[in-house]
């Protein structure tokens, strides 16, 4: 069955190293979302991209975070330089931009930066 | 802005015993609504959503959820629970007008089920 998937699953890292997660988007979903979750703050929006534009990352560090969307199968989210405090599980969502906006999560990247 | 409280952080219960999760959410016209639930190492998994209609609507599970508007309130029950319902269980409402959809989380209520 479809599914979101993200690569990859776990990635432990040095402070100052860059960090590439990648998602694949459900075929035909035109929304991708991506997150971060933590224990303090929970489920955190960092992007939204609706047909590969970007059209919300106000959650998103912008000095060291970057998200985009080579193409309609692809969605990359960057750190660099990593720190610390970006250890968290990061997930990407796919979904359709029609009323209302259900969203399909995937698995998500565990990062850890020591 | 939509808001979203889940006022519990966790909730224990004894495995067959009946379950209310709360969920109370602020938005100036009727949103719409989402049930999520994430076991341990995986990703959220819709539940259940109320768009419009019939206020008790039914999810995966044998969950259930009513929205009642004058309370502002989204709470998810099952009658009889079951030690698979493990899991954090996450409130989402999202615009019902206008605006980009995308919705907000609240900040989950943990199950534990004992046996």
């Known amino acids: 069955d479809a599914r979101v998937t993200q690569t990859p699953r776990h990635k432990v890292t040095e402070m100052g190293q860059e960090v590439t997660m990648r998602c694949q988007p459900i075929l035909g979903h035109n929304t991708v979302f991506w997150y971060r979750q933590t224990m303090m703050q929970g489920l955190e929006l960092l992007a939204y991209f609706r047909n590969r534009a970007p059209l919300d990352d106000s959650g998103m560090p912008k000095d060291r975070f970057s998200a985009e969307m080579p193409d309609a199968t692809l969605a990359t989210l960057k750190i660099q330089p990593s720190e610390p405090r970006d250890s968290a599980v990061y997930f990407c969502?796919?979904?359709?931009?029609?009323?209302?906006?259900?969203?399909?999560f995937g698995p998500g990247t565990r990062l850890t930066v020591l | 802005a939509q808001s979203v409280t889940q006022p519990d952080i966790h909730i224990t219960v004894s495995e067959g015993a009946s379950l209310e999760l709360r969920c109370n959410y602020s938005?100036?016209?009727?949103?719409?609504l989402f049930w999520y639930v994430q076991s341990p190492g995986q990703g959220l998994q819709l539940l259940l959503k109320y768009f419009s209609g019939d206020t008790l609507v039914q999810g995966i599970k044998g969950f259930e959820a009513e929205f009642k508007r004058s309370q502002s309130s989204f709470n998810l029950r099952k009658p009889s629970v079951h030690w698979s319902d493990a899991a954090e269980y996450f409130c989402?409402?999202?615009?019902?007008?206008?605006?980009?959809?995308?919705?907000?989380f609240g900040r989950g209520t943990s199950l534990i089920v004992h046996p």
């Open positions: 969502a796919s979904g359709l931009d029609i009323i209302p906006n259900e969203q399909f």
């Open positions: 938005y100036g016209a009727t949103p719409y």
């Open positions: 989402a409402v999202a615009p019902g007008t206008g605006g980009s959809y995308i919705p907000t």
